[in-house]
C-alpha cells in the first residue's frame, strides 16, 4: 500500500473511533488507530492491509475506499 494503493478514510462522513469503531472491530491486520477523535491509518500497519474490504463492507457511512492510483 501507499505507492500503488491507499485505504481512503473520508473523516467528514466518518463518526471515529468513539461514535462507531466498525472497522477496527472487523480489521484482521489493525491498520487504524484514533488520531485526536478521527480514525487515521498506521502507516507502519498500511502495507500490511489485505485488501480484505471487510472494513469497507462494515462503515454504516461508507466513509472508506480503496484507491488505486495506476
Known sequence: MGLFIDLAINNETCK???ECGECIEV???NVFQDEGG???TVYDNED???LCD???QKC???ALAIV???
Open 38 to 40: 478521527s480514525l487515521q
Open 54 to 56: 471487510m472494513c469497507i
Open 60 to 62: 454504516p457511512v461508507d
Open 27 to 29: 480489521c484482521p491486520v
Open 68 to 70: 488505486k492510483h495506476y
Open 48 to 50: 500490511e492491509c489485505t
Open 16 to 18: 471515529g473511533i468513539q
